[in-house]
């Protein structure tokens, strides 16, 4: 492993001295309970992205102001969220440097810094999208498929595991999931024709404990869907945090599409579980129930989201609720004990659909089809949302997603073959919204735009969009007081009033946001913070 710590003077043995107690997992599981921190990538296991802070709110968000700023000394994109651990702030600096800072000035700790194998090939950027953290230690994915565990006191490696081989695509970008005593990671690479999985790790050693095969071999449920040989490169990589409900055990998972993305001449069937939701038991890894959104998918529609787990009353009864809204245009509810399909609606622009069943399976369009003469769908190859996270408002009850509206790409199919190592695409692609030049215009709505949409999560009914310039990159937070933090591609930070989105103050970032805004607080000070461009923003109001 090749990696150093680099620390700045007394800031070292003065957080070694007072770092407070280690994060155990029955904290991660009552992280509503002390709101003042964030101690897993979506703020609890539930993943709705909802704060209990109260201290800033509608009436007083206008008089935000910055607090702090970290400049990451990488070019590359910033699309962490941060962990706050008792006033102590880790993030990565793009693609893979640790760095702790406080979380009240944003003076910087220490810095782990790691350089990635010359093999490794994420196909989407060099990025990292965040950090777990249990004990005493900080977790890391790699973009050259390591896993490794930090002292979190001093940035200090512990242990380091080779997950996957980066020379064949495999790569960890997302922030890692704790379970208990192991921490969960997914492989990236589905663009290179990976079989990809998901593995558990004990966290004091760094051994593989269990395996989830995303893509069945011979023997396994699922083989059936795939012709031939095809499931040996057949995708379905894992690139966002999963969910965890401690009551049933289960930690769900969102599976990337197949490969070859666009073309699926060779691999004939439903290809699982691409493209699916994936409910494995905590202890075991082993498969409970699945959920495929998008059957034999050729427009690249990963159901790569966060699993959004509510309890809410539906239809006259408490219900586990699974909330998703997905990139091939449509929001479904689920039970998440057993996979049952509760509802689902387009919450943008779809055509490559005609509705879906009983089951919450897609009726194709046959106009969906790819050829290499072309077929133009909506929504387009990014989708009608995609990694960035939505929300959930327990006190307003709406489900927050950002949107890409009115969207569409034209698909041409090309022949392909599988290389190791190499892009195994298959198509074509001229998008219609998302590329924009030097000077920023306002999209024409017949464009496509960026948007958040409040929809009622046991309808699908729209109730309120936010519209923006340009479309989105920026996940969504909404807190307590019912306010809600999101940005966008024009380079702005806003903050709305959850209830009807209205703008109630906004700040320039001068960057792209492509991440999740998380809040905090310190001695009694509530903070946000969003990477945009190339740095960390933090914000609180006047002391």
């Known amino acids: 492993m090749m990696g150093r710590m680099v620390h700045c003077g007394l800031f070292l043995v003065l957080l070694a001295d007072w770092l407070p107690a280690q994060v155990t997992f029955d904290r991660i599981l009552s992280a509503n309970q002390e709101p003042q921190n964030w ?48 006033g102590v702030l880790y993030t990565v600096q793009p693609p893979n440097d640790v ?4 979380a009240a000035t ?10 990635p194998s010359a093999k490794a090939r994420p196909c989407c950027g060099r990025v990292n999208r965040g950090l777990a953290v249990l004990g005493d230690r900080v977790f890391m994915g790699t973009i050259d498929a390591r896993l490794i565990a930090l002292d979190a006191k001093t940035g200090k490696p512990v242990w380091s595991t080779q997950v996957a081989k980066p020379e064949s695509g495999y790569a960890l970008t997302h922030a890692p999931l704790i379970v208990k005593d192991k ?32 893509i069945p071999e011979p023997g396994e449920p699922g083989h059936e869907t795939w012709a031939g040989d095809s499931w040996k490169t057949g995708g379905g990589s894992v690139w966002v945090t999963g969910s965890y409900d401690s009551d049933l055990n289960l930690t769900y998972w969102g599976i990337g599409n197949p490969g070859p993305d666009w073309n699926g001449d060779s691999r004939k069937g439903d ?29 690249d529609y990963d159901s790569v989201q966060v699993p959004v787990l509510v309890d809410m009353e539906w239809q006259g ?30 919450f943008v622009k779809v055509t490559w659909s005609t509705g879906l069943d009983e089951r919450g399976r897609p009726m194709k369009a046959t106009t969906a089809a790819s050829s290499p003469e072309g077929v133009l769908i909506y929504p387009g190859n990014q989708g009608g949302t995609n990694w960035y ?39 074509a692609l001229r998008a219609n919204v998302g590329r924009r ?59 709305l009033d959850a209830r009807n989105g209205q703008m109630l103050w906004k700040a320039i970032v001068g960057g792209v946001v492509a991440s999740g805004p998380m809040t905090y607080a310190v001695n009694g000070r509530q903070y946000v913070a969003v990477a945009a461009g190339n740095a960390l923003f933090s914000f609180a109001l006047p002391q």
């Open 437 to 495: 030049g030097a000077t920023l215009t306002r999209l024409e709505d017949s464009e496509g735009y960026g948007a958040v949409r409040a929809i009622d999560p046991k309808t699908g009914d729209l109730k309120w969009e936010f519209k923006m310039s340009d479309v989105t990159d920026a996940g969504v937070l909404t807190t307590a007081s019912d306010l809600l933090f999101t940005g966008g591609r024009e380079g702005y930070f806003f903050g």
């Open 389 to 427: 996270n939505s929300s959930y408002s327990p006190r307003t009850g709406l489900f927050y997603i950002p949107s890409w509206v009115e969207y569409n790409t034209t698909y041409y199919k090309l022949p392909v073959e599988y290389h190791e190592g190499r892009t195994f695409g298959g198509a």
């Open 183 to 214: 921490v969960i990671v997914g492989t990236a690479g589905g663009e290179y024709g990976i079989r990809g999985f998901i593995a558990a790790y004990d966290v004091n050693t760094g051994k593989e404990v269990w395996r989830f095969h995303n």
């Open 106 to 115: 944003g003076r910087t700790y220490w810095v782990y810094s790691y350089s």
């Open 39 to 86: 101690l897993t990538y979506s703020g609890t296991m539930l993943s709705q992205r909802h704060s209990q802070l109260t201290q800033i709110t509608p009436q007083n968000v206008k008089n935000l102001q910055l607090a702090w700023i970290f400049q990451a000394r990488s070019l590359e994109k910033f699309e962490a969220t941060s962990l706050v651990v008792d």
């Open 99 to 102: 760095v702790a800072l406080d």
């Open 317 to 346: 009864r408490p219900r586990k609720v699974m909330l998703w809204a997905n990139r091939n245009g449509y929001y479904y509810a689920l039970d998440r004990a057993n996979g049952q399909f509760l509802t689902g609606k387009p």
């Open 271 to 299: 290809n699982l579980y691409t493209d699916s939701v994936v409910a494995l038991d905590g202890d075991t890894g082993k498969l409970k129930w699945h959920f495929q959104f998008s059957p034999h998918d050729e427009f």
